[in-house]
């Protein structure tokens, strides 16, 4: 499983420059180190974007979709991780990873009830 999850730094305040990118630049990195120690990780990367420097980016891999939330709902993730989503993009971000020879999911809307 494959997880791409796009943010955008807040704008910076007046005398602030790049404080605030650098400030999600550290969050994320801690991030990255909280994920990697949660079994079911496989590895990740945190970047910024080379045209739009507000625009950052934090992929994971992972064996399964459960290892991913289950991380993201430990006690570390709560705390740490899941204030940063505030400033992430409102768009998908869990992907299934295709090789050849694999079965993708049937696409089908989640159940809202």
């Excluded at 990195?29 to 909280?34: G, T, V, W």
Aim: proline share 7%.
């Amino acid at each position: 499983m494959l997880v791409v999850t796009r943010l955008r730094a807040p704008s910076p305040h007046r005398g602030s420059g790049e404080a605030d990118g650098e400030e999600l630049r550290r969050g994320l990195l801690q991030a990255l180190d909280i994920l990697a120690a949660k079994p079911g990780y496989v590895g990740g990367d945190v970047g910024r974007n080379v045209d739009d420097p507000t625009l950052w980016v934090l992929t994971t891999r992972w064996q399964n979709v459960g290892s991913y939330r289950r991380a993201l709902g430990s006690y570390e993730g709560k705390m740490h991780i899941q204030p940063l989503m505030v400033h992430a993009l409102d768009e998908p971000s869990a992907y299934e990873v295709v090789e050849e020879g694999t079965d993708l999911n049937e696409p089908q809307p989640r159940s809202l009830g």
